[in-house]
């Protein structure tokens, strides 16, 4: 069984992410380099795809983010010789996350799902988060309130399980997905029959600009993170496997908290120090 993992980067290849794996190679792993700035294809080891120079690439914007990437694969059919499609960012090590977790070799793991079909799954997630908590964070998609992230209107879940309904003929609510996990990253591996059906409604929301209305100026890559919540409600119809990966740009409360004494707290001081002289 044939399969590809696409590593969506716009910045120079960090090997260490890869060397724990025993069974990493350009067979089932290939970087997408969405930035201007060209990586180098001649890497050791190493599968690049520099995606704007593909023959059909079609420009979306950054504030699409991965979605660019997930997009011109579809269009560009480079999808087409493998049963198994998937994508992962960057800043994904090949490393499961767990606290001290000494458990790498992903790609085992990818290959013990196909063989096992685990847990009756059709697909896995490599990030998840519980649906009440991206609901409650209040990020809207109401037409009365274009070009703001978040308030008191109607929050982007209930316009995306409308758009969802509407394009499937199917009948889910809000109830049906609340106390799940789901995947709302662009980080997720399926079968190349799911990835195609759920590309078909992902171009149908692309391709009218129905987003762009809700984020004229592109202040907040609001396209990029609902097209990947327009993929969460696609995958929840289905049953997950997930294989958290180590993430190395995941927000770091204690960090915050020391820059923000360092930055402006020991400022304070010193400008009260300096009031008294």
């Given amino acids: 069984m044939r399969w590809k993992i696409f590593i969506v980067t716009h910045r120079p290849i960090i090997k260490k992410y890869y060397e724990n794996d025993n069974f990493f190679s350009m067979k089932n792993y290939s970087f997408l380099n969405v930035s201007s700035e060209k990586i180098d294809t001649n890497l050791d080891g190493f599968d690049v795809i520099n995606i704007k120079n593909l023959n059909n690439f079609k420009s979306l914007g950054k504030w699409w983010a991965e979605t660019e990437a997930i997009y011109n694969v579809y ?106 996990d789901i995947c709302i990253s662009s980080t997720f591996f399926c079968s190349k029959d799911l990835f195609e059906k759920m590309m078909k409604f992902y171009s149908f929301i692309i391709e009218n600009n129905y987003l762009n209305k809700f984020d004229v100026y592109h202040r907040y890559r609001f396209q990029g993170g609902m097209m990947e919540r327009y993929a969460g409600i696609f995958l929840s119809d289905y049953n997950i496997f997930k294989l958290p990966l180590a993430h190395h740009t995941k927000f770091n409360f204690l960090k915050f908290i020391k820059f923000f004494i360092y930055k402006y707290f020991l400022r304070f001081l010193l400008l009260k120090k300096y009031e008294k002289l």
């Avoid at 196909?114 to 990030?127: E, G, Y």
């Fill in 75 to 180: 269009l560009n059919e480079l999808y087409k010789d493998y049963d198994y499609i998937g994508f992962i960012h960057w800043d994904h090590e090949l490393k499961i996350e767990k606290e001290n977790s000494e458990r790498f070799n992903v790609t085992e793991s990818i290959t013990n799902f196909l063989q096992m079909k685990l847990d009756n799954s059709h697909f896995i997630a490599f990030q998840t988060i519980k649906f009440d908590l991206d609901f409650n964070q209040g990020i809207m998609m109401d037409e009365k309130f274009p070009n703001k992230l978040t308030g008191s209107g109607q929050n982007c879940w209930h316009t995306i399980i409308n758009d969802y309904n509407k394009y499937f003929n199917r009948k889910i609510s809000f109830n049906d997905l609340k106390g799940r």
